[in-house]
């Protein structure tokens, strides 16, 4: 099955939902997923899962704080040997919490790295205001291709491999490089690289069957 994160939206406002949606499924169409592309759950979803699912949650939400803020949507992804989904996941989470002002909890309990398997974010911050890039590993993330092959990506403060110095200039630096059969580029962030990266690849298996 694989392992599952839970993600939950609180303080969504009501006129914003719309917003929210389209964004979340503009991220997530952007890239490949493993097991398909997530959805957003919340009191207005159409199809009768999601409905349920949501159900689900609020009521599960709503025992865990009767007092607290309620919940405004919600979602699970399955990650089936592929780290960069979890990664995908959290930087979803992370754009939605900053752009609309909301509290998000994203639960990952099977994640290798302890301090990533709980996270949340009010406002695109973590607890005490600090970035999301201040929890990350500091070491390459390696996107596992389907054919076997694996790409090589840089969170912002990992060390370079060539001259083990910090890429980046401060804690809350977004950018991402990456590493594909000897090629590295750089990206504003890791969306960007991730895509840049699979540009490349697909090129060079291009040409590799043309030549």
């Known amino acids: 099955m694989g392992r599952v994160i839970h993600v939950r939206v609180h303080g969504l406002p009501a006129g914003r939902r719309d917003a929210a949606q389209a964004r979340f499924a503009e991220l997530a169409r952007g890239r490949d997923w493993r097991d398909g592309e997530p959805w957003l759950a919340d009191d207005r979803s159409p199809d009768l899962f999601p409905q349920l699912f949501f159900e689900d949650q609020r009521a599960e939400s709503f025992r865990r704080a009767p007092d607290g803020e309620p919940l405004s949507a919600a979602t699970f992804i399955r990650v089936l040997g592929d780290e960069t989904d979890a990664l995908a996941v959290l930087f979803i989470v992370r754009d939605l919490s900053e752009r609309f002002g909301v509290r998000v909890e994203l639960r990952d309990p099977d994640n290798p790295i302890a301090k990533l398997r709980r996270v949340e974010l009010d406002a695109g911050r973590l607890a005490g205001g600090l970035p999301l890039e201040s929890r990350l590993v500091r070491r390459p993330i390696f996107k596992k291709l389907r054919d076997g092959r694996r790409i090589e990506l840089f969170p912002p403060h990992a060390l370079s491999t060539a001259f083990g110095t910090p890429d980046g200039p401060g804690p809350g630096?977004?950018?991402?490089?990456?590493?594909?059969?000897?090629?590295?580029?750089?990206?504003?962030?890791?969306?960007?690289?991730?895509?840049?990266?699979?540009?490349?690849?697909?090129?060079?298996?291009?040409?590799e069957r043309t030549g």
């Open 173 to 207: 630096h977004r950018g991402w490089s990456f590493l594909v059969a000897g090629i590295r580029g750089h990206a504003p962030d890791f969306f960007e690289a991730e895509a840049e990266a699979m540009r490349i690849r697909r090129g060079l298996d291009s040409l």
